[in-house]
């Protein structure tokens, strides 16, 4: 179906190299950098069977001695998830840096061997192993087929190269592998890669971008599983791209082993590979404001754009400082301009928080600490024949940290006072893949090594790691200085289990209408990799938008996981050097973007519930249809609309000129227009206008969503009052989580869980809240319920209580015990007490119901 990008951007790639090569030296040259050519299975070899010739025992699983001298282990790890390894004569089994949990309680389990099988059986999967040859099957509880072997070439290796295959067919569609591009979320018929790759201005048939995580979910007949081939080698996913019976995957190098996990639900398979790999942190809730960013913005451009913010009132809470505010790029330095108390002090009485850029590269610089330091200490990537590697970047010829070593990543979070005593925030990883301009393919050659001894390793083994272990150094200089305070690290490049250190922004993106709409599958795919804080480049950051592009994509922006506009320096903008600051586009766009901005800081509290849900299971933010719609089958192949948390659908305009769209709306749910509060049953397509102001944006009905007014910056005013944005149809309900949003308190019990029900009865409907935890000391004071769609009610009471009715939504907010019905809207509101003990009634004339 979608065979072709991927297929034609390999062909274009190897042709690309050498104008790649030179464009590293003149990063204004827009051709995108793609990495030496892929590797391919040699076929005769995946023609060969393995035979079983002996099976063993294990407390776990079985081992099994195989006819090419190597051995399968086959190990569960819980009820639903089995590890398959090949190893050759006494290697050990293999995790990688991305696994945080290696020890499983081993789930109860029967072994049975007969007719040729051995079967191993779980609560909830069965694992058939055929000895001869040699292959795997997954079967859910009734015996339906989950994933099997493609038995024709099965798995093993083809010299160093491990490969697996799978059997498919046209039903099944996959979903996930970390960052990628294309303009659709369903990934089948794709040839995807993985190798980290500083792919500036790339396009949607770009195949290598900057992170790699080689995980991914199939879905066939309603049922998902997922496959982690844990291989920090470049490694190649063939998804039925070539026949659409099998589908294979494999790397250059390293060993064959892979994790199983069984759904049957996405989320199950999300939360299984979130245990196995880290979930991310609670946030900070500053860091889920808006953010704003300029390559080359100067130090008076920063005062001067976040004062306008605060002019505009257009709500912010972060400005960036990229890599201009460095000592002539030395890291770990403050130029002059930048380093100036009166600059640091104007923005933080401004109430804002402040990011700066890193980047690996340490000037080679003798004098220069950073230089000096790492020399003594042995600390440099280094070239094979023991030498320190050298490659230009910003600075000129430069040093790689070898963040393989652990000694290296204390010693470079123990560098973070410099930047966190002028009351740096977070920390912004770039150029990890590593970027070398003067490298192969924009990056070191691949035989540069790290780590010494017994630990060392190749370039080409490590190379898809390094930015996760950076990532992993500077959330250490979190814990080392600001020991009670939520780390925010954002990164460019990751491996799989980097959600446990970082936020990923999709690098150098560019202002084309592509770009938007390549955002929604790019960004859904890698919520469903276990990266739910993920966020573009808002307006694109190479190439400038006009008006109507960068209208568009606030809509989108204001709802991204992480939403920060960022664009490139003007020297590399040619002829316009259009700003992209909200109000560069003239009055409409702005108001726009102030409305969408707004929305987002009204729904702080959604928001930031939605990221505790990711935090605690792996729950993607901006999720595809598919993630809650699996059961619907028209959903699998919807990459331009996205469910933003568990309510609310947008289907935002995504192309040139469009004012209006279809919009598929899924099966199994009641969908209310926001804007409009018109209902629609689900499992249509519905034809919408959506001018340039119009985000279509449709709730389920029965849902809550916790509001709260607009703040200017998210800790600018307590919240005393939570307004529950309601639709009712039988029976709402959320759990709210609220704590101090900054602080690790949490984890010694400062939160409060309260569960809010609210439900229709006969003639009344009523509302209670039950409170779960309370180890927080909250300002919250009262529930403002909005009921929207609702006739005048009677009465409210609670109890022997009778609610006031009061004239004014302003005046309902501000009093307890009260309720207004505004007979405009048909909306209810209602405040009641956060101390509520009682029922809350709402009672109807007779048996009135909308
Ligand atoms: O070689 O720091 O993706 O966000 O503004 C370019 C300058 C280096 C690339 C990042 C971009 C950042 C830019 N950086």
Same mark, same amino acid.
């Given at each position: 179906?979608?065979?072709?990008?991927?297929?034609?951007?390999?062909?274009?790639a190897?042709?690309? !190299? *050498?104008?790649?090569?030179?464009? *590293?030296?003149?990063?204004?040259?827009?051709?995108?950098?793609?990495?030496?050519?892929?590797?391919?299975?040699?076929?005769?070899?995946?023609?060969?069977?393995?035979?079983?010739?002996?099976?063993?025992?294990? @407390?776990?699983?079985?081992?099994?001695?195989?006819?090419?001298?190597?051995?399968?282990?086959?190990?569960?790890?819980?009820e639903d998830?089995?590890?398959?390894?090949?190893?050759?004569?006494?290697?050990?089994e293999?995790?990688?840096?991305?696994?945080?949990?290696?020890?499983?309680?081993?789930?109860?389990?029967d072994?049975?061997?007969q007719?040729?099988?051995?079967?191993?059986?779980?609560?909830?999967i069965?694992?058939?192993?055929?000895?001869?040859?040699?292959?795997?099957?997954?079967?859910?509880?009734?015996?339906?087929?989950? #994933?099997?072997?493609?038995?024709? #070439?099965?798995?093993?290796?083809?010299?160093?190269?491990?490969?697996? +295959?799978?059997k498919?067919?046209?039903?099944?569609?996959?979903?996930?592998?970390? @960052?990628?591009?294309?303009?659709?979320?369903?990934?089948?018929?794709?040839?995807?890669?993985?190798?980290?790759?500083d792919?500036?201005?790339?396009?949607?048939?770009?195949?290598?971008?900057?992170?790699?995580?080689?995980?991914?979910?199939?879905? =066939?007949?309603?049922?998902?599983?997922g496959?982690?081939?844990d291989?920090?080698?470049?490694?190649?996913?063939?998804?039925?791209?070539?026949?659409?019976?099998?589908?294979?995957?494999?790397?250059?190098?390293?060993?064959?082993?892979?994790?199983? &996990?069984?759904?049957?639900?996405?989320e199950?398979?999300?939360?299984?590979?979130?245990?196995?790999?880290?979930?991310?942190?609670?946030?900070?809730k500053?860091?889920?404001?808006?953010?704003?960013?300029?390559?080359?913005?100067?130090?008076?451009?920063?005062?001067?754009?976040?004062?306008?913010?605060?002019?505009?009132?257009i709500?912010?809470?972060?400005?960036?400082?990229?890599?201009?505010?460095?000592?002539?790029?030395r890291?770990?330095?403050?130029?002059?301009?930048?380093?100036?108390?009166?600059?640091?002090?104007?923005?933080?009485?401004?109430?804002?928080?402040?990011?700066? !850029?890193?980047?690996?590269?340490?000037?080679?610089?003798?004098?220069?600490?950073?230089?000096?330091?790492?020399?003594?200490?042995?600390?440099?990537?280094?070239?094979?024949?023991?030498?320190?590697f050298?490659?230009?970047?910003?600075?000129?010829?430069? &040093?790689?940290?070898?963040?393989?070593?652990?000694?290296?990543?204390?010693?470079?979070?123990?560098?973070?006072?410099?930047?966190?005593?002028?009351? !740096?925030?977070?920390?912004?990883?770039?150029?990890?893949?590593?970027?070398?301009?003067?490298?192969?393919?924009?990056?070191?050659?691949?035989?540069?090594?790290?780590?010494?001894?017994?630990?060392?390793?190749?370039?080409?083994?490590?190379?898809n790691?390094?930015?996760?272990?950076?990532?992993?150094?500077?959330?250490?200089?979190?814990?080392?200085?600001?020991?009670?305070t939520?780390?925010?690290?954002?990164?460019?490049?990751? +491996?799989?289990?980097?959600?446990?250190? *970082?936020?990923?922004?999709?690098? $150098?993106?560019?202002?084309?209408?592509?770009?938007?709409?390549?955002?929604?599958?790019?960004?859904?795919?890698?919520?469903?990799?276990?990266?739910?804080?993920?966020?573009? %480049?808002?307006?694109?950051?190479?190439?400038?938008?006009?008006?109507?592009?960068?209208?568009?994509?606030?809509?989108?922006?204001?709802?991204?996981?992480?939403?920060?506009?960022?664009? %490139?320096?003007?020297?590399? *903008?040619?002829? %316009?050097?259009?700003a992209?600051?909200?109000?560069?586009?003239?009055?409409?766009?702005?108001?726009?973007?102030?409305?969408?901005?707004?929305?987002?800081?009204?729904?702080?509290? +959604?928001?930031?519930?939605?990221?505790?849900?990711?935090? @605690?299971?792996?729950?993607?933010?901006?999720?595809?249809?598919?993630?809650?719609?699996?059961?619907?089958?028209?959903?699998?192949?919807?990459? $331009?609309?996205?469910?933003?948390?568990?309510?609310?659908?947008?289907?935002?305009?995504?192309?040139?000129?469009?004012?209006?769209?279809?919009?598929?709306?899924?099966?199994?749910?009641?969908?209310?227009?926001?804007? /409009?509060?018109?209902?629609?049953?689900?499992?249509?397509?519905?034809?919408?206008?959506?001018?340039?102001?119009?985000?279509?944006?449709?709730?389920?009905?029965?849902?809550?969503?916790?509001?709260?007014?607009?703040?200017? +910056?998210?800790?600018?005013?307590?919240?005393?009052?939570?307004?529950?944005?309601?639709?009712?149809?039988?029976?709402?309900?959320?759990?709210?989580?609220?704590?101090?949003?900054?602080?690790?308190?949490?984890?010694?019990?400062?939160?409060?869980?309260?569960?809010?029900?609210?439900?229709?009865?006969?003639?009344?409907?009523?509302?209670? /809240?039950?409170?779960?935890a309370?180890g927080?000391?909250?300002?919250?004071?009262?529930?403002?319920? =909005?009921?929207?769609?609702e006739?005048?009610?009677?009465?409210?009471?609670?109890?022997?209580?009778?609610?006031?009715?009061?004239?004014?939504?302003? @005046?309902v907010?501000?009093?307890?015990?009260?309720?207004?019905?505004?007979?405009?809207?048909?909306?209810?509101?209602?405040?009641?007490?956060?101390?509520?003990?009682?029922?809350?009634?709402i009672?109807?004339?007779?048996?009135?119901?909308?």
């Amino acid at each position: 179906m979608h065979n072709q990008s991927k297929n034609i951007s390999r062909l274009v790639a190897t042709t690309a !190299i *050498a104008a790649s090569i030179f464009a *590293a030296q003149a990063p204004n040259v827009l051709a995108v950098t793609q990495p030496h050519p892929d590797k391919e299975l040699n076929q005769e070899a995946v023609k060969k069977q393995l035979q079983v010739e002996g099976v063993q025992q294990l @407390e776990n699983g079985v081992k099994l001695d195989l006819s090419s001298d190597q051995t399968a282990l086959i190990r569960l790890f819980s009820e639903d998830m089995a590890k398959i390894s090949i190893l050759n004569d006494g290697e050990e089994e293999y995790f990688s840096e991305a696994i945080v949990k290696k020890e499983w309680d081993t789930p109860s389990f029967d072994v049975k061997e007969q007719n040729g099988e051995i079967t191993l059986t779980t609560n909830e999967i069965t694992v058939k192993i055929k000895k001869e040859p040699f292959g795997i099957k997954f079967l859910d509880k009734k015996g339906n087929v989950i #994933n099997e072997d493609y038995m024709k #070439n099965g798995s093993g290796y083809d010299g160093e190269k491990p490969y697996v +295959y799978k059997k498919t067919n046209e039903n099944e569609a996959f979903y996930g592998f970390g @960052e990628q591009g294309g303009l659709e979320v369903n990934q089948r018929g794709e040839s995807i890669g993985m190798f980290n790759t500083d792919a500036y201005g790339y396009q949607p048939d770009t195949k290598y971008l900057y992170t790699s995580i080689p995980f991914f979910i199939g879905l =066939k007949n309603e049922k998902a599983y997922g496959i982690f081939f844990d291989n920090t080698n470049r490694s190649y996913f063939e998804m039925a791209s070539e026949s659409d019976d099998y589908y294979y995957f494999y790397a250059d190098d390293g060993k064959l082993n892979y994790y199983f &996990m069984y759904g049957p639900e996405i989320e199950d398979v999300l939360d299984s590979y979130t245990n196995l790999t880290g979930k991310m942190d609670k946030p900070a809730k500053w860091t889920l404001g808006l953010h704003q960013s300029k390559w080359e913005y100067s130090a008076e451009d920063i005062e001067r754009v976040a004062e306008t913010y605060r002019e505009k009132d257009i709500p912010i809470d972060t400005m960036h400082f990229d890599i201009d505010y460095m000592d002539e790029y030395r890291v770990f330095t403050w130029s002059d301009k930048f380093g100036k108390e009166a600059l640091h002090q104007k923005l933080d009485d401004m109430n804002f928080h402040k990011i700066t !850029i890193n980047d690996p590269a340490v000037k080679k610089d003798p004098g220069y600490f950073m230089y000096d330091e790492g020399t003594d200490n042995d600390f440099w990537a280094k070239n094979p024949d023991g030498t320190n590697f050298v490659g230009k970047v910003w600075p000129g010829d430069s &040093m790689f940290p070898d963040f393989s070593k652990p000694e290296v990543r204390e010693w470079w979070a123990n560098k973070h006072n410099i930047l966190f005593d002028k009351g !740096i925030d977070g920390i912004w990883n770039d150029m990890n893949e590593p970027a070398v301009f003067d490298g192969p393919y924009h990056t070191m050659p691949l035989d540069v090594t790290f780590g010494e001894g017994e630990n060392k390793r190749t370039h080409a083994e490590y190379h898809n790691l390094y930015g996760h272990d950076e990532a992993e150094a500077t959330y250490k200089a979190f814990e080392k200085y600001k020991p009670n305070t939520r780390p925010f690290v954002l990164t460019r490049d990751m +491996y799989a289990g980097s959600q446990r250190y *970082a936020a990923l922004w999709t690098g $150098d993106n560019v202002s084309e209408w592509d770009h938007l709409q390549m955002s929604i599958p790019m960004n859904t795919n890698i919520g469903l990799s276990g990266v739910p804080f993920v966020g573009n %480049d808002i307006g694109g950051f190479a190439g400038r938008p006009d008006a109507e592009m960068f209208a568009r994509w606030i809509e989108v922006g204001a709802f991204l996981p992480f939403s920060r506009i960022h664009y %490139d320096s003007d020297k590399k *903008a040619e002829g %316009d050097k259009q700003a992209q600051e909200p109000w560069a586009f003239g009055q409409e766009v702005e108001d726009i973007s102030k409305k969408y901005v707004e929305m987002r800081y009204k729904l702080m509290p +959604y928001l930031y519930n939605t990221f505790i849900d990711a935090s @605690e299971n792996g729950t993607p933010v901006q999720q595809p249809l598919v993630y809650q719609f699996q059961e619907d089958e028209k959903t699998q192949n919807i990459s $331009d609309q996205f469910m933003f948390g568990s309510s609310m659908m947008l289907a935002p305009v995504v192309k040139q000129g469009q004012t209006e769209r279809d919009v598929y709306l899924p099966e199994g749910e009641t969908w209310v227009d926001y804007w /409009t509060g018109k209902e629609y049953e689900g499992g249509q397509t519905i034809h919408t206008n959506a001018q340039l102001d119009h985000l279509p944006i449709y709730v389920k009905k029965d849902s809550m969503i916790p509001t709260r007014e607009v703040q200017q +910056y998210t800790g600018e005013k307590t919240l005393e009052n939570l307004v529950l944005d309601t639709y009712l149809d039988e029976k709402a309900t959320y759990s709210f989580y609220e704590d101090d949003g900054a602080t690790l308190d949490y984890k010694d019990g400062e939160y409060n869980i309260t569960d809010l029900v609210i439900q229709r009865k006969k003639n009344h409907i009523e509302f209670k /809240t039950k409170k779960q935890a309370t180890g927080y000391n909250t300002e919250l004071e009262s529930y403002t319920l =909005k009921l929207n769609g609702e006739v005048a009610p009677k009465k409210v009471q609670a109890a022997r209580t009778k609610y006031n009715r009061v004239s004014s939504v302003e @005046e309902v907010k501000s009093n307890q015990e009260s309720y207004f019905y505004d007979e405009e809207n048909d909306s209810l509101y209602v405040n009641v007490p956060a101390d509520e003990k009682h029922k809350v009634k709402i009672l109807f004339k007779g048996n009135k119901r909308k």
